[in-house]
């Protein structure tokens, strides 16, 4: 149990919807990051925060969004969804920014499937 | 972050040693080498990371050439629990930077 929490495990929902998915990081990280995995385009970087300031970008498209709150649990907001968004969404957190070297915790992910 | 190269899938049999490599020729001296795996269905996990030295821990060696051009994950008893992707990245020490991932390579474990 890597202590990254994310809710829900599964999501179903029809294009153009709009979804929020959770991440509780591990007590005492104060960065959290957002990966997208699918099949053809293995695990991408979206969006990472630290103590709740955006600090770096991926490829995030301008559909979705993020945020992390001030007791550092962070969500992604994911709106006008098209097929091509169903995917693995993995939320990380680690204890800094990076220059330690410090690891990053994986959740298990949520499994968004578009219909 | 810089590129490494991996193998796109290794056989190993249950109990026996893996060395996994992982070439990064345009490593800079500021580059951790770091070392994940991604079992089925599951998030990646951490595996172990280094520098210069090589590095152990309680899931695997990390062996790092002395010119730090290419590295080995060594797994000292495999099993079958082990059979996943394994991902070497490398992450930039001087400043911010996130993971980067590729391919990896997929472990398989013979019974």
């Known amino acids: 149990d890597s202590g990254v929490t994310q809710t829900p495990k599964h999501l179903i929902t029809a294009t153009g919807q709009r979804v929020t998915l959770r991440c509780s990081p591990r007590?005492?990280?104060?960065?959290v990051y957002w990966y997208q995995q699918s099949l053809d385009q293995g695990l991408q970087f979206l969006i990472q925060?630290?103590?709740?300031?955006?600090?770096a970008k991926g490829n995030i498209l301008e559909r979705f969004s993020a945020q992390q709150f001030p007791d550092l649990h962070s969500e992604l907001n994911l709106s006008s969804l098209e097929l091509g968004d169903s995917a693995l969404y993995f939320c990380?957190?680690?204890?800094?920014?990076?220059?330690?070297?410090?690891?990053?915790?994986f959740g298990n992910g949520t499994r968004l499937t578009v219909t | 972050d810089a590129k490494t190269t991996q193998p796109n899938s290794m056989e190993s049999n249950e109990e026996e040693p893996v060395h996994l490599p992982c070439n990064h020729s345009?490593?800079?001296?500021?580059?951790?080498i770091h070392w994940y795996r991604q079992l089925p269905s599951q998030g990646p996990e951490y595996v172990i990371h280094?520098?210069?030295s090589n590095v152990n821990n309680r899931m695997a060696s990390l062996a790092i050439a002395e010119d730090r051009k290419s590295s080995t994950l060594i797994l000292h008893r495999a099993t079958l629990r082990d059979a996943a992707v394994y991902y070497c990245?490398?992450?930039?020490?001087?400043?911010?930077?996130?993971?980067?991932f590729g391919k990896g390579t997929m472990l398989l474990v013979s019974p």
């Open positions: 990380a957190s680690s204890v800094d920014l990076g220059p330690s070297g410090s690891p990053l915790h």
């Open positions: 007590s005492g990280d104060l960065s």
């Open positions: 925060y630290y103590n709740g300031e955006e600090r």
């Open positions: 345009t490593i800079s001296g500021t580059d951790y």
């Open positions: 280094g520098l210069t």
């Open positions: 990245i490398l992450r930039d020490s001087s400043g911010y930077s996130t993971l980067t």
